[in-house]
């Protein structure tokens, strides 16, 4: 993948901007969203090169006006997205699950054929890699290594971090979803909605509240963002070079087994005294204190209505992915 001819400019033109801009939002909105891949709506905006090939050019200790310009649109923009849309999206899982797995599971699987294309023809070792991949994720769900993480486990805050990075490497793979099978998909939103709403209340910041946040949440999974976009990227980039085959046929199988832990007939119920959550073994204090999203996931049976609904909401989001996806392609081709 090479930069495009314009980056011996000193610095990027207002449309290069714009378009970059325009990528790190959607971006930001897309690691809000299990199923969609960051990598993707970079595709998407045209802007996908320029950015890989930036976060090349600063681990090697380069640091180009130019190459600075770009990376700090998409990231800032990003940024913005994330820290905006937190508390809406969280919201919506907690209190229509069903409906949004559903969506997210129709996201997820808009990403196949965007790997197959970059797949295909398939090899001995494309099959071998995909089952590695399917396998991971078929693991993660019904293992849950989250599952009692909560918000407080800075080793799993740390690997949420990773997971979000690879997002923004990696075409078709959802940091989203992983940050979901983690279990820190919730509390991390949370902590952005928490830190938003402590930043504008009345009387000025709560620094409680944002030194909570910060130490408990932002270092942990920030650390993780930062060694996983210098880590991730180049390790890919020598996959990639070295075992393409396996290494996409691996990230192909990360999509179809993602379906697995997404399962959207399910709900939060509240627990009763003596039910263990996230370690504790509940009392009716705590569990007066317990948010709804830490509420234990029970599955039911979904009336017909769900059942269309919910395969309606897959196609959706089956529909979505490619609409974005087709909009990468036409903006390479046209830059080709």
Not at 43 to 48: E, F, K, P, Q, R
Not at 116 to 139: E, H, I, Q, Y
Request: hydrophobic share 55%; aromatic share 8%; net charge neutral.
């Amino acid at each position: 993948m090479t930069t495009p001819p314009s980056s011996s400019k000193a610095l990027p033109s207002p449309a290069e901007l714009l378009r970059s801009v325009l990528g790190g939002l959607l971006m930001g909105m897309a690691n809000l969203v299990p199923g969609i891949s960051g990598g993707t709506m970079l595709l998407a905006a045209g802007v996908y090169p320029q950015f890989i090939d930036g976060i090349a050019e600063i681990t090697t200790l380069k640091f180009r006006p130019r190459t600075m310009a770009f990376l700090a649109a998409i990231v800032g923009a990003a940024a913005l997205a994330i820290l905006l849309g937190a508390g809406t999206i969280k919201g919506l899982v907690v209190d229509h699950r069903w409906a949004m797995y559903s969506l997210f599971i129709g996201l997820t699987f808009g990403g196949v054929p965007v790997v197959w294309r970059l797949l295909k023809p398939a090899t001995a070792a494309s099959w071998v890699g995909c089952a590695g991949g399917f396998a991971v994720m078929a693991a993660m769900a019904f293992v849950k290594p989250g599952a009692s993480g909560g918000d407080g486990s800075w080793p799993l805050l740390f690997v949420a971090g990773l997971a979000g990075a690879s997002a923004m490497i990696l075409p078709g793979v959802s940091g989203g979803y992983l940050l979901l099978v983690l279990g820190q998909y919730l509390p991390i939103l949370g902590a952005i909605d928490r830190a938003k709403q402590a930043l504008t209340a009345d009387g000025g910041p709560d620094i409680a509240v944002l030194q909570q946040t910060t130490f408990g949440v932002f270092i942990p999974v920030g650390l993780g963002v930062v060694l996983g976009v210098v880590g991730v990227s180049n390790l890919i980039r020598i996959l990639l070079a070295r075992f393409e085959k396996a290494t996409l046929g691996f990230l192909l199988g990360l999509l179809l087994g993602a379906a697995l832990g997404l399962w959207p007939f399910q709900q939060g119920v509240r627990p009763s005294e003596g039910d263990v959550v996230k370690g504790r073994a509940m009392t009716p204090e705590l569990i007066a204190e317990l948010e709804e999203d830490d509420y234990p996931l029970e599955t039911f049976s979904p009336s017909m209505g769900q059942v269309v609904a919910a395969l309606a909401l897959i196609g959706v989001g089956f529909v979505a992915t490619q609409a974005v996806a087709h909009l990468g392609d036409k903006g390479s081709a046209a830059r080709a």
